[in-house]
């Protein structure tokens, strides 16, 4: 049974006059310009850049090679991490062939400093944040390439996961569901933000961002299991999950929170990688006891129309 991520009102009333500004980009994908963008994303990764706030922002867009000309798609924005390019993240998870099987498309942006990371902390207020810029990829994205408004989601590890969370706690995103990797934030600032739906994975052997918290390349991080309660309790969900095993090690914990579901995976064998990638990003040990990409696809319900 296909689950269905649910909203509150008050998330629709959130991000409602971005949707509708979003969505009222999806009238321009008729011009020929247009709709030969709409079919030209191609799994082999087409560059392009966005101007925000006087900067050339870069970004990759793969998809079906037989994308319908002006036909919309769900999107997943694709966050990399600390010192990794768009293009690495890409073809580290999988997923372009992921998007080219299940009929979505992969949006890949890339930080703007010489270090590759991403700014967790400046509003979405201010034009020259990496938020501002994920903002305006987003109108980008459904004025000039036909992604769905409607069905939106991110995919994040390490320092990109953690900006996957930033957009959660912003409150200024409608995405329908979070995925992340390697890294999970909840700060003070995410309580007035609306549900949401997240599936995460963490290594128990990650020495870069310990499981049971600690100093990190980005600065301290609490323990993630402490991360897990905080959003499942922003969410308004169970005190306890739902717990069972992974084969090959693990564990599992969920949380069907009404408003939303959360989706957690402790890797007994995983270190700070994308599970079940090939390992060419990150540190440590990849596990192999999930697939966070089929996962995430899944949990985002992709690629398998009801």
Not at 57 to 84: C, F, K, M, Q, S
Not at 90 to 112: I, R
Not at 250 to 265: E, Q
Request: net charge negative.
């Amino acid at each position: 049974m296909r689950r269905r991520h649910r909203l509150r009102a008050r998330h629709v009333l959130v991000v409602g006059a971005l949707s509708a500004l979003i969505a009222a980009g999806l009238a321009a994908c008729t011009s020929p310009q247009q709709l030969d963008a709409c079919g030209s994303a191609g799994t082999d990764g087409a560059k392009h850049t966005v101007e925000v706030a006087g900067d050339d922002r870069r970004y990759i867009v793969y998809g079906p090679d037989d994308l319908e000309a002006g036909a919309t798609l769900p999107v997943v924005y694709l966050l990399h991490p600390l010192g990794n390019t768009a293009e690495e993240v890409a073809g580290a998870t999988s997923f372009p062939e992921a998007a080219a099987d299940g009929e979505f498309l992969v949006v890949a942006p890339q930080a703007a400093t010489d270090e590759l990371q991403w700014d967790v902390d400046s509003p979405v207020s201010e034009p020259e944040s990496d938020l501002a810029f994920l903002q305006a990829l987003m109108q980008t994205v459904a004025d000039e390439h036909c992604g769905d408004p409607q069905r939106q989601y991110v995919a994040g590890i390490s320092n990109g996961s953690m900006m996957a969370f930033a957009m959660a706690c912003s409150g200024e995103f409608p995405i329908q569901a979070y995925g992340g990797a390697a890294a999970i934030t909840y700060e003070s600032g995410c309580e007035t933000a609306p549900p949401a739906s997240i599936v995460y994975f963490h290594g128990a052997g990650d020495s870069v961002v310990p499981f049971t918290g600690g100093e990190t390349p980005v600065g301290p991080m609490q323990a993630v299991t402490l991360t897990l309660q905080s959003w499942a309790a922003h969410d308004g969900c169970p005190a306890a999950p739902k717990q069972s095993t992974v084969d090959a090690g693990g564990a599992r914990w969920t949380w069907d929170c009404g408003a939303a579901t959360i989706d957690a995976y402790v890797l007994a064998d995983g270190g700070h990688t994308w599970p079940g990638g090939d390992g060419s990003i990150g540190a440590g040990a990849t596990s192999k006891a999930v697939d966070a990409t089929s996962t995430m696809v899944d949990f985002f319900e992709l690629g398998d129309e009801a």
